[in-house]
């Protein structure tokens, strides 16, 4: 089966950055889109193919994608940004694969 | 205003049936691929089902094959899961997506099935 592999949690000190990682053997090659969950809350597009943000994303919200690693850039993190985030991607066989999920902590 | 809205979900026993419903608003319907995506209450999604624009090809997750069915109606703006043969396993909270080529930029809140006796 195709799995993406997320850190459990991840931590930042407010207003520096995080970085959120996705990783698979060849991600590069797939796009790679990102959902923020916030705690009770249904889960919002933050980034899609890889480094496109949606209409009200701010841009404190980057997203890159190289190799075997993809990942998402949040500048200048904020308590909002806390919340829980998934890669996914669509894969030929396994069709919609999300990652496992990172719980950001910003302290 | 892009909107979808679950409904249907509940307490059912094991091996029982649910019909879920999620009803779109604010976009052409008919235009866009559907999902279902599930979440078992504190982990992570899953990806249940999708369907294209006019019902043709429907795709399944392994684990939900010959149990779930997809399915819309395109003049109601309404897109369904019908849920057969319930497990425990499938205690989750079920959320309707828009799918746009590959990605879901539209989520309802979720409706929450739970399978218990």
């Known amino acids: 089966s195709y799995e993406l592999t997320q850190p459990l949690s991840v931590s930042v000190a407010l207003g520096q950055t995080a970085r959120l990682t996705c990783e698979r053997n060849?991600?590069?090659?797939?796009?790679v889109h990102w959902y923020q969950q916030r705690s009770g809350q249904a889960p919002v597009l933050v980034i899609y193919?890889?480094?496109n943000r949606p209409s009200g994303i701010p841009e404190r919200f980057s997203g890159s994608n190289s190799g075997n690693t993809a990942s998402l850039t949040i500048s200048r993190a904020q308590a909002g940004d806390e919340a829980d985030y998934y890669c996914q991607v669509w894969h030929s066989t396994t069709l919609v694969v999300f990652g496992g999920g990172t719980k950001l902590t910003v302290l | 205003e892009v909107q979808v809205v679950e409904s249907g979900g509940g307490l059912v026993q094991p091996g029982g049936s649910l019909r879920l419903s999620c009803a779109a608003s604010g976009f052409t319907f008919r235009s866009f691929w559907m999902s279902w995506v599930r979440q078992v209450p504190g982990k992570g999604l899953e990806w249940v089902a999708n369907?294209?624009?006019?019902?043709?090809?429907?795709y399944y997750v392994d684990s939900v094959k010959g149990r779930f069915t997809i399915s819309r109606d395109n003049a109601k703006s309404s897109l369904s899961l019908q849920v057969n043969s319930l497990r425990a396993e499938d205690t989750a909270v079920y959320y309707c997506?828009?799918?746009?080529?590959?990605?879901?930029?539209?989520w309802g809140r979720g409706t929450l099935v739970t399978v218990s006796s």
């Open positions: 193919r890889d480094n």
């Open positions: 997506a828009r799918e746009t080529w590959g990605y879901f930029d539209s």
């Open positions: 369907i294209n624009e006019d019902g043709s090809e429907k």
């Open positions: 060849n991600i590069g090659n797939y796009n």
